[in-house]
């Protein structure tokens, strides 16, 4: 037997004996992923066969790296209900394409199967999970792990083996049209979740790849899409390596800390140099200072772009597989590497490691020995009720109550008549977010279904539009307004809409084209915009909803901040939703009447204007604007509750420490008391900050090193402690390196970034 069969080998072993029976051809066909995954499968009146396309494309390279997106669906790529596999075939057909690979090639390579998941897996009747942006202001790492386990278990039983997730972006302008896939704007909190998804896709062991429930994550993006220039999708990133280090990398470090198999390269350039070219990123500091032993993938289309600079396909190949890109997506320059190697644009050596690196993940993921699925799996896990309860219950906790004057919320379920208006109120894909195949009709609840179904029969529930989100006529006003007045309260669903219909324009990747054909969508990939008031004539409608004199609740669902300055003055009460995922009208619902207490923060600042951005809680030292102040309409770490928390008593187990113990692992506790004050039971977010006040560099006013969710009853007491260390208390020296310094540190802990109490603390030499 050979020994890349045999699964007595150590791993190592079976790499390299495989690899030494490789032909250069076999060697680039397993570092390529062209080919579109709902091009591999032709459905027919008999079931499915396997497409002369999908034929070809593994003959072009005896053999294949990855298949992409074989059960994703979405307008782009035409596949719905009516064309795509059936829930109950798609492990046959993963198995089907599997066992042609397998059969009719010369070494038999299985192929990984990847899926785009950021917020759910991208494939009909996936369970669709709330937005990151809301995943951040939940705070809930532990919450978030049980939401990838779910994912991991509905990709894996289908037959994925790679799934592709957004946690490593930090969202610096609200502007960018992907802002909804980041976590927020801060670096620990954006490490904490990423490690809580890693861990969630892949288990906590490299043994836990090989169940039928966990598979490798391709983490993206490696790095800085969220601090782009004005906010323009994959566009320059003018960073240094301290800033890079200290804000757009970390979530990274985070993921190969907890054992992330792959990452996915970004399409911006970083102070010129294109991140598919960016060795310094993608060798030295990912391999060669972190030990990461997995897969880089590229960004669909993203090696191609580096023609621009390398002059040919060969060339652009060449340049990211020497900074060290292994998987190709959809790029045609990967497809060209033996020829760029036949004229010595690359040395063989390169397509050696890559392939390493590829094989090395099919044999850790059990792929060679296990490579078919149980075909009766996919319709016990997918969109099953322990699914729908945990989407309910994340959608619930990552809702942030911006305002509530004199106690207007929760609303008494005993109102006699509500009135729910608004483009948001009754449109379920404006809750899902990008990256979102179709859904079936009955599927979720919208605001207006979760009120019904909150209020029950005794309390009338009306709706009326209003106006749409980007579309400027006002025709529906006089009916929303005629039912503002006869209501006794109103529910105003407003914000964006990431949804994509069947007439826009797509570019090769999948990114939305911006000529007017968008539609309502205005927030998604592709789709960037210069103002963050709200769309259309919604402010307009919200003016003549208030002015009826009727208590009015804005809730607003979103993939952006938007400024509402207006809305922030007048509006009664202001719920901050994001997009909340298939069960986010029962979740909103539920904050409105009292069913649930919203426990949410903001893991992004919402500004008044968008021309006070950037308006990141941790910026170096600034001064205000001669015409606008500097701070936003709501910081950082904000959201209110039904209850009251009180914080006292911060303390340090010791104010002074030395360098030589926080260098060899000693650290200091930090302290707070905290009481819920209030008549009802809640969940408070206690958030510790630190300021460098004595350092070789200078540093952020704030920047956040600790957060702890607590449960407290009415009346109860707890005390949280949190630890800061040397990760938490070393800053990127002058020299480039990160050490503890001496001198005073600020410490802060609070509710908000806005709301803190503070102590010193005094590292000695």
């Not at 977010?433 to 009306?462: C, I």
């Not at 309502?520 to 990939?525: L, P, V």
């Not at 539920?590 to 207490?597: A, K, L, P, S, T």
Request: contains cysteine; negative net charge; hydrophobic residues 40%.
């Amino acid at each position: 037997m050979e020994k890349y069969k045999d699964i007595n080998c150590s791993v190592e072993e079976r790499v390299e004996d495989l690899l030494s029976r490789m032909t250069l051809k076999e060697k680039v066909g397993q570092l390529n992923q062209k080919l579109y995954g709902w091009e591999a499968y032709i459905k027919t009146e008999n079931g499915f066969e396997v497409s002369e396309a999908f034929k070809e494309e593994v003959n072009i390279g005896d053999g294949l790296g990855a298949l992409y997106g074989l059960f994703r669906a979405d307008p782009w790529s035409k596949v719905n209900f009516n064309n795509g596999i059936p829930l109950s075939d798609n492990a046959k057909v993963a198995n089907m394409l599997q066992k042609y690979v397998i059969e009719n090639t010369r070494l038999g390579i299985p192929i990984f199967v990847s899926e785009e998941c950021p917020h759910g897996h991208q494939a009909l009747n996936g369970t669709m999970f709330p937005t990151n942006i809301g995943i951040g202001s939940a705070w809930n790492t532990e919450l978030y792990e049980k939401v990838f386990s779910q994912v991991a278990a509905e990709i894996k039983s289908r037959g994925g083996s790679l799934a592709l997730v957004s946690t490593l972006d930090i969202m610096q302008d609200p502007r960018w049209g992907r802002a909804e896939e980041c976590y927020g704007e801060d670096p620990y909190l954006a490490a904490q979740l990423a490690a809580s998804a890693v861990k969630g896709l892949q288990g906590h062991s490299t043994d836990d790849l090989k169940r039928n429930d966990k598979l490798a994550a391709v983490v993206k993006h490696l790095c800085a899409q969220g601090a782009s220039v004005g906010g323009h999708n994959g566009k320059g990133a003018p960073l240094g390596e301290r800033e890079l280090r200290e804000v757009h990398i970390p979530a990274m470090k985070s993921a190969v800390e907890a054992g992330v198999e792959g990452c996915m390269a970004a399409y911006n350039e970083i102070d010129g140099i294109y991140c598919h070219a960016n060795k310094k990123l993608l060798t030295d500091i990912l391999r060669n200072e972190w030990n990461f032993q997995g897969i880089v993938m590229s960004d669909g289309c993203a090696v191609d772009n580096l023609v621009n600079i390398a002059g040919s396909y060969e060339g652009a190949a060449a340049m990211a597989l020497k900074a060290g890109v292994d998987l190709n997506l959809w790029n045609v320059a990967f497809t060209k590497l033996e020829k760029a190697v036949k004229e010595g644009k690359v040395s063989e050596e390169y397509i050696d490691r890559a392939v390493r690196r590829v094989l090395r993940l099919k044999f850790v993921t059990g792929l060679f020995d296990n490579p078919f699925v149980d075909e009766t799996l996919a319709e016990k896990v997918v969109d099953n009720e322990y699914s729908r309860k945990l989407n309910l219950d994340m959608a619930r906790e990552s809702i942030v109550l911006l305002k509530n004057e004199n106690n207007i919320l929760p609303l008494k379920k005993e109102l006699s008549k509500v009135a729910v208006i608004g483009p948001n109120a009754d449109y379920i894909y404006s809750q899902l977010g990008d990256y979102t195949a179709p859904q079936l009709n009955g599927t979720g609840s919208t605001v207006l279904q979760g009120v019904r179904m909150v209020v029950g029969d005794e309390t009338e529930v009306t709706y009326a539009k209003g106006c749409g989100i980007r579309d400027t006529s006002t025709e529906g006003f006089a009916e929303a307004i005629e039912k503002a007045k006869a209501s006794d309260a109103v529910i105003l669903v407003l914000g964006g809409s990431s949804a994509r219909d069947f007439g826009v324009k797509f570019d090769m990747n999948g990114a939305a084209i911006l000529d007017g054909q968008v539609g309502e969508m205005d927030c998604g990939e592709g789709v960037d915009v210069a103002d963050l008031e709200l769309g259309g004539v919604q402010v307009e409608l919200a003016k003549e909803i208030i002015k009826t004199g009727k208590p009015v609740i804005v809730v607003l669902i979103q993939g952006r901040p938007y400024s509402i300055p207006w809305i922030a003055e007048n509006a009664d009460g202001i719920i901050c939703a994001w997009y909340p995922g298939k069960e986010g009208g029962q979740a909103v619902a539920d904050v409105i009447f009292g069913n649930y207490n919203p426990s949410g923060k903001l893991s992004v600042s919402i500004p008044k204007a968008s021309a006070q951005l950037p308006v990141y809680y941790n910026y170096k030292d600034t001064s205000d604007y001669l015409d606008m102040t500097s701070s936003p309409q709501y910081s950082f770490g904000y959201g209110m509750s039904y209850t009251k928390f009180e914080l006292t008593n911060l303390r340090l187990e010791r104010d002074k420490i030395s360098l030589k113990e926080i260098n060899n692992g000693n650290t200091v506790k930090v302290s707070i008391d905290v009481k819920n004050t209030g008549r009802v039971p809640g969940a408070e977010v206690v958030q510790l900050y630190i300021q460098d006040l004595e350092a070789s560099i200078t540093r952020r006013v704030k920047e956040l090193k600790g957060f702890k969710k607590i449960w407290l009853e009415s009346g109860e007491a707890k005390t949280v402690t949190m630890e800061l260390g040397k990760e938490e208390l070393s800053i990127w020296n002058v020299d480039m390196q990160f050490i503890v310094e001496p001198g005073n540190v600020k410490i802060m802990v609070g509710n908000s970034s806005a709301n803190t109490q503070d102590t010193i603390l005094i590292i000695e030499e």
